[in-house]
């Protein structure tokens, strides 16, 4: 069945560190890839996507995910933490065929950042 | 880009009573979904339209659960004899049309709370 797993359900780090955020699918075709941050009784942001073409994908606010075929992970790093991204993190999958496009998403990992 | 609205943000409702959710999309978007998030955990899909045509829906979608986009531009959601289960958040996302790897764009989300 086709899946998405993160890894670790909270994630705390110091301010200034760094951020890596594990997100794992299991599919047996290459999805598409999608990184969303939650803010509190706030909808999904986009931060980032995969599609096609170059790996190493940058999004906003410093963040950058690698899609990685062989391992099927799509993990999200910053090199330096700060305050204000503390939040829920969500990668999404759209496995593509008759999925008409919706997400499967993972259950999220809670982002503590401390000073 | 106004960003997709969802009315009313919180909605508390004894068990038994309907409700019903409104969602305006980024107005340029054909696709409109609707997803509902649990406490702890990502979103899950409920259902698609592409324009007015409702494409597919979860088997999470019980018939309780019914939603419209009559003109394809707004959508609603009505449940109806909302139970205990119900209460969750109920995010409205839209994309372009094309290709299922544009992103979808959120919604703040209806926050229902069954008492």
């Known amino acids: 069945a086709q899946s998405v797993t993160q890894l670790g359900s909270h994630v705390s780090v110091s301010e200034g560190a760094l951020v890596l955020l594990r997100c794992n699918y299991s599919s047996s075709v290459p999805p598409y890839l999608f990184w969303y941050v939650q803010y509190p009784n706030q909808g999904l942001q986009l931060l980032l996507k995969y599609t096609t073409g170059a790996t190493l994908v940058k999004g906003i606010n410093g963040f950058e995910a690698e899609f990685k075929k062989s391992e099927t992970s799509f993990h999200l790093t910053k090199p330096s933490a700060h305050m204000s991204d503390a939040a829920e993190y969500f990668c999404?999958?759209?496995?593509?065929?008759?999925?008409?496009?919706?997400?499967?998403f993972g259950q999220g990992t809670i982002l503590t950042v401390h000073p | 880009d106004t960003g997709v609205s969802q009315d009313p943000r919180h909605k508390i409702t004894k068990r038994g009573q309907n409700v019903t959710f409104r969602c305006d999309p980024i107005?340029?978007?054909?696709?409109l979904y609707w997803y509902r998030q649990t406490l702890g955990q990502g979103p899950e899909f409920l259902t698609y339209?592409?324009?007015?045509?409702?494409?597919?829906k979860s088997r999470l979608l019980s018939d309780r659960f019914s939603a419209e986009r009559p003109k394809g531009s707004f959508s609603t959601l009505e449940i109806q004899r909302t139970e205990q289960g119900d209460s969750a958040m109920y995010l409205c996302?839209?994309?372009?049309?094309?290709?299922?790897?544009?992103?979808?764009?959120f919604g703040d989300g209806t926050r229902l709370s069954i008492l």
């Open positions: 999404a999958v759209n496995f593509g065929g008759t999925s008409y496009g919706k997400l499967t």
């Open positions: 107005s340029e978007h054909n696709r």
């Open positions: 339209f592409q324009n007015e045509a409702q494409l597919e």
């Open positions: 996302a839209s994309s372009l049309d094309g290709a299922f790897n544009q992103p979808q764009h």
